[in-house]
């Protein structure tokens, strides 16, 4: 027994570190562990002379006088790339005709081809398969009156019939009565083709063309349909073209009921060095409208090599539309979140890195604005054009942390707003409704991380430098381009010292939690920031907003994210405290409580336009709790309230039960604080001078999976505004999922478009396994709105050709 085991190791021990790549040492050596890397499984690349054939059989008979060898009972031949089974196998040599009779089986590239017989020529590379049933190693089967071998790499089948389901009575089946296979091109050519569901034919077609192998191949993609109340009947044809293995083209015909014939195309490129999709759309003329409309997107990402230590990559991202409405009157399966835009992203950046510790980027930043026709405000937003950061850090040099960043940015805001601005405004500020100008920030930090087991200690001082260089416009009637002082100076200076330390421990201890053995932890945190006062009113705002109070931004720097035209003045500390409890045994965490407020030593002097500054000398109290009660329900909980007036600022609570697979409830409640519900709201630019700030909300949304039957699944998700007291969003959907490889489904949607307008769509699709879908795909909105949700299809692992082997 025990020499038994020892040849087992020497056997299954290299092949299994191998795959795992675990350390281990040479075989009779005593050097230093080293990986061995795995090899893939290929299939053999053998000319004939090279193939070693292996036969067996219960009984053999070679006959010299007519050369035939005859192999009998449970006879095989195996080579390394083919297997060929029967009762019988009769091969005579002078001919190369090879005959299998008796429950044939020819193996070969995961293909299993089963018959009553079966006759192969080896030489001429032909032969003929009577009756045979097929099953490809992609996953589908089917059967046929006959199969001819007409070389390697064509095969035509009669009467033949294929289907991607494995039960025995499949949902759906093409059948035609001649096919051909072509191996290298990877296609099927079916003649007289006809798609059956459940024996009922639903799909003719003199001529269809299909993939053999899970590989790019030129010909139709399944029609799509749905419906929309802004556009009508929806239904696309795409055509897909496979240029080379490296390129491939997607063209989408397209008709809407309502607005009429578009035309679509998705060009998608893989290189060593680079690779990108380029989509776009054409309709020359809307029926709603009377004009043309089209959009277009281009996505690409490229590495540039590397030039005197420098890595340099490019990435580009630029998009456009036609008109504002576009994505609201066009919106699809993939577009259908887009329905509410303000901005498309426009945007190129040429990165650099690797010379040591530095890199940073050249890139500019563009949108191109979606105006609400509907709303009164004008949307605006600053573009970078262009912007040049370049970044260093060094980590641990001498037990010093060392960080500087800085950034030139020429901003400009754009003047265009359709019709929301008058003749006279237009000629007064020649379209401008925001001063335009150059900013150059540096912030450079060095700070000294003490980090040991059960404790850190973090001091941090910074310097921040910045220079403004502004183009301020005249003043036109409620425009104002005055900055918050009221003046229009040019340039601007500004430099303020930062300095902060960080603290905190970890205490642990055992305990039991909901009858779990587990570990909890005290996790107390102080935060300390000083950064002195000095006036900024006289600096435009270009990109700083109001960072909302959490927990994320308590221990922060600046009150104020995205860029650096507000720095607060500080003289605070902030406290923390978390506690956390672990499964003993598998680290689970099954609650987290946090609690944390700041503490100010003087009052706020810096602020935005229009912002009120702080009253008191404590911020909000911020409270927050995770729970897994059990392990398939979990809430979370968060709660901020104002400990002055006693007013809750935000909360947010949730809860999920998920009890098994495919089955799922959730609730959330968000509500949020008009910041400045007691104030007048003063307008500018007809909108609000306040959009910085969180506006007041509160919503209820609830979201679900679940079965009505073994088959039959209801998914959905309602968005109510209590504040609005309406529904703001829904989604209702049923799922049926069929016995045998298929699943329909219709989902209905109702959305804001606009602030008066709303879109209701409906989607329809019919998921045929190993065939593909039929009608809008509403998967990505499935799972983007309805935490948890799971297809009720089990995920098919990619097979190979060795799968199966015999």
Known sequence: MRKICHLFLLTVSPIAFAQTGVLVPGVGQSSAPRLYVSPMLTSPSLNNDEIITFTDSARADITNNTNTITLDGKAQIRRPDAILKGDTIDYDRSTGTVTATGNARLFRDGNLITGPGLRYNVDKTNGTITSPVYSLATGGQGQASEANIIDDNHVNLKDATYSGCS??????????????????????????????????????????????????????????????????????????????????????????????????????????????????????????????????????????????????????????????????????????????????????????SGYKYWDGYLQIQKYQTLQDATSDDIYGQYEKVPELRIHGARYDWHGLDLE??????????????????????????????????????????????????????????????????????TRYGQYSFYSQSGNQRRSISRVLPIVSLDAGMTFERETTLFGYPSTQTLEPRLYYLYIPYQDQSDIPIFDTDVSQFGFASAFSENRYNGGWDRINNANQITLGLTSRWF?????????????????????????????????????????????????????????????YQGKTTQVYASAKWTPKRLTTLSLSYRYQRDPYADEERTDINQGNPLSYQLQGKETVSFAGQWPFTRKLYGVGRVDYSLKESRVTQHILGIEYKGDCCWTGRVVLKRYAVSKEDSNSAIFFQLELAGLGSLGKDPMELLRQNVPGYESVNTPVPARTSFERYE
């Open 583 to 643: 499964d003993r045994d598998t680290g689970f965490q099954r609650l987290a409580l946090q609690v944390a407020q700041r503490v100010y030593f003087n009052r706020q002097r810096v602020t935005l336009p229009y912002e009120s500054p702080r009253i008191g000398s404590k911020s909000d109290w911020i409270f927050g709790a995770e729970a897994a009660l059990t392990n398939k329900f979990t809430t979370q909980a968060a709660l901020q309230v104002d400990p």
């Open 404 to 473: 500087t960043t800085n950034t030139l940015t020429r901003f400009e805001y754009p003047t265009y707003f359709g019709d929301k601005l008058t003749d006279d405004v237009i000629d007064q500020t020649d379209g401008h409704l925001r001063p335009n100008g150059t900013r150059l920030t540096s912030y450079s930090t060095i700070s000294y991380p003490i980090i040991r087991p059960g404790w850190y200690i973090t001091p941090k001082v910074g310097i921040h430098a910045s220079q403004y260089e502004t183009d301020w416009f």
């Open 167 to 352: 039960c025995v009575e499949p949902f759906w089946q093409i059948r035609s009565n001649n096919v051909d296979l072509y191996n290298d091109e990877n296609e099927g050519i079916a003649e007289n083709g006809t798609l059956y569901i459940k024996g009922v034919p639903v799909m003719w077609s003199p001529y269809l063309t299909f993939p053999i192998r899970a590989e790019k191949k030129t010909g139709f993609l399944t029609p799509t349909y749905g419906m929309t109340s802004r556009s009508g009947l929806d239904v696309s044809v795409p055509y897909f073209i496979n240029l080379a293995p490296q390129y491939d083209l997607t063209l989408v015909p397209r008709y809407l009921s309502k607005r009429g014939a578009q035309l679509g195309a998705e060009f998608r490129y893989l290189q060593p060095n680079y690779s990108g999709t380029l989509a776009g759309t054409y309709m020359s003329k809307d029926n709603e409208l009377g004009r043309s409309r089209w959009m277009y997107s281009w996505r690409h990402i490229q590495s540039l090599g590397s030039v005197l230590g420098l890595n340099f990559n490019l990435s580009i991202d630029w998009n456009a539309v036609s008109d504002d409405d576009y994505y609201r009157d066009f919106t699809d399966m993939t577009t259908v979140t887009q329905a509410d835009k303000t901005y498309l992203n426009r945007n190129i950046t040429l990165g650099f």
